[in-house]
């Protein structure tokens, strides 16, 4: 029982993953993982009971094929498609092989063994930092979820209908992938949830629904109770339980003016990123999959500033072979030409398993068998890749480039490998772009610390800024004991960062920037400022980061990173580029 402030107005900060402004009653979901039986199989049953498995995967399939057009009618293919990743786990072959010979070794019933295997898969992807692999955890646990309920008959269970006719707003530990896609804008005013990501397809479909939504508020589903009057920031990751009547009056006005603001940022699509004293700053998109290319489109991005190919490995079994490689490039590549596309090759190994390769574990991934050092020992699977590469080119603007590069000699064995490939696809008489530009990924210390050498070996940088900072300061940021510790103004950050540009503009090349920092509005005027040529970001952000360029001067950016320069703290830095941010468009921050 809480104490007699019940209800004094309290505030829980998250991190805001759609937009907008709900207030309403509280509705809240506890519900704790369903007991799963576990009991020992009679003789002469397990036959039976590997069929009882399978006919609970079929079901498991059809639901989520049903859900699956009900999402594809009502918001559209794009969404739809979030769920190819739960028909992967339920036709992965490696998992289900797994659960029967474990059904059969142990002679233990389905539903515990099904949880135990999976549960292995959850942990592993869990404790990945690409937040993209770690949303196939949730995956794994949604579709998990869906076939244990199949095997104890509780498959009706549905949240929506728990939340009953009255419009609320949900709290809840977590949201399944599935359960978000159910949810009603009638009824659900928001929701909010103790774990989450600005990644995960539960934040995904939030978006597409606008429902808003804030994640990560840590233990809120157990300091809210149901019937609570909360108001939601979905713009600032706000949580208000009991909001006062000046804070009620304060939102409406809010409110009223993020309205205003949303209006306008949809009508800068086809206009051009340029500071108001006339310089160009390349705006691009960062993207997963093929199917992302519409989002792309509808944002007014100018390309593709990181296409991740790592999917086409994860999601399969076996190698994907060149032709199923070029066909996935092409598709993104000629749906954008004459735009510019930059392909990452394979960031593979260490924390991303493809269990055909067989893989060593590794004591610290982050730091091993991983990237460009995984492609230059695995020459045929590097090649393969390039090849599929080199021969979209001939279909649009390609550009290359190979992550966690750490220095020099790596950039050139691998542009031996990319000669080998131009060579062959010539005598092959296959058509390809010459004159394709390649680029390397400034993502570890001892690149930017070198970038003046690496500079000569290619065409172009891009700084991955969640991996620099990571590495260079030394902080998970998945550890919340010292996640307030990763800081992406520290001044070691500047200065690398500031490095890498110089080395890049002496040389005549260009330098983009396609981590996190560039979809920050606040940071975007000490990235100009810094000399960054493109900002590469999530498709929702490019409208916001457009019209924050929109409202810069060159000139005003350039003074902010000199006097940025000379500061000793992350937080005098931020300080300063807050300062900048309110005076040209608090209404974006």
């Not at 930092?129 to 095997?151: K, M, S, T």
């Not at 030409?337 to 493809?354: C, Q, S």
Request: aromatic residues 4%; contains cysteine; proline residues 4%.
């Amino acid at each position: 029982m809480r104490a007699s402030n019940v209800h004094l107005e309290r505030r829980f900060q998250g991190v805001a993953v759609s937009p907008g402004i709900a207030k309403g009653k509280a509705w809240v979901h506890r519900m704790d993982d369903e007991s799963v039986p576990c009991y020992q199989l009679e003789h002469g049953t397990i036959e039976s009971e590997i069929h009882r498995l399978e006919a609970a995967l079929l079901q498991t399939r059809s639901q989520i094929q049903e859900l699956q057009q009900r999402i594809s009618t009502s918001i559209g293919d794009e969404n739809a498609s979030i769920f190819d990743a739960h028909l992967l786990v339920v036709d992965d072959r490696s998992l289900i092989d797994e659960v029967m010979r474990m059904i059969k070794k142990d002679r233990l019933n389905a539903e515990s063994v099904f949880t135990t295997v999976s549960g292995r898969y959850i942990k592993t992807l869990s404790e990945i930092d690409d937040p993209y692999l770690r949303e196939r955890a949730v995956d794994i646990h949604d579709v998990c979820r869906r076939v244990v309920r199949n095997l104890t008959g509780s498959a009706n269970r549905d949240l929506t209908t728990e939340v009953g006719g009255e419009r609320r707003i949900l709290i809840s530990h977590n949201l399944a992938p599935s359960d978000t896609a159910q949810l009603n804008p009638e009824t659900v005013l928001g929701f909010a949830t103790d774990v989450g990501s600005k990644t995960s397809h539960t934040a995904i479909m939030a978006r597409s629904l606008n429902i808003p939504a804030v994640v990560a508020l840590h233990d809120i589903s157990l300091q809210v109770e149901t019937g609570e009057i909360l108001l939601l920031d979905g713009y600032a990751g706000l949580i208000i339980v009991n909001p006062s009547e000046a804070t009620l009056l304060e939102y409406a006005e809010i409110e009223r003016q993020k309205g205003v603001v949303e209006l306008e940022l949809g009508s800068l699509r086809e206009t051009e990123c340029k500071t108001v004293d006339g310089k160009h700053v390349v705006l691009s998109a960062n993207i997963e999959m093929p199917r992302d290319v519409a989002v792309v489109r509808h944002s007014g991005a100018e390309g593709v500033g990181l296409f991740r190919t790592e999917f086409l490995y994860l999601n399969s079994e076996a190698l994907p072979c060149e032709q199923t490689q070029y066909e996935a490039y092409r598709s993104v590549v000629s749906q954008l030409a004459p735009a510019p596309v930059i392909i990452r090759t394979l960031d593979l190994g260490g924390d991303k398993i493809m269990s055909s390769l067989n893989l060593p574990q590794e004591m610290n991934p982050f730091l091993g068998w991983r990237a460009i050092r995984f492609c230059l020992e695995r020459p045929e699977v590097f090649k393969t890749q390039i090849r599929a590469i080199l021969r979209a080119s001939a279909h649009g603007h390609v550009r290359m480039m190979y992550p966690m590069i750490s220095g020099v000699e790596e950039v050139r064995k691998a542009n031996v490998i990319l000669a080998e490939c131009q060579e062959e696809l010539r005598n092959e008489g296959v058509a390809f772009d010459a004159k394709m530009q390649v680029g390397a990924m400034i993502e570890i210390p001892s690149a930017a610390i070198s970038a003046d050498l690496i500079a000569r070996e290619v065409d172009f940088f891009s700084i991955g800024t969640n991996d620099l900072i990571q590495y260079t300061i030394a902080v998970d940021r998945l550890n919340e004991r010292i996640a307030h510790l990763y800081e992406p103004t520290h001044p070691a950050i500047l200065r690398l960062i500031r490095m890498v540009v110089e080395a890049a503009h002496t040389r005549g090349i260009w330098v983009g920037v396609c981590g996190e920092m560039a979809g920050e509005v606040t940071l975007t005027p000490l990235l100009l400022g810094l000399g960054v040529d493109e900002l590469s970001t999530g498709a929702a952000l490019v409208p916001r980061v457009k019209a924050a360029v929109q409202q810069l001067s060159l000139e005003e950016c350039r003074k902010l990173a000199q006097l940025t320069a000379g500061m000793d703290s992350a937080a005098a830095v931020y300080s300063a580029c807050d300062a900048v941010a309110r005076v040209h468009y608090p209404e974006l921050l």
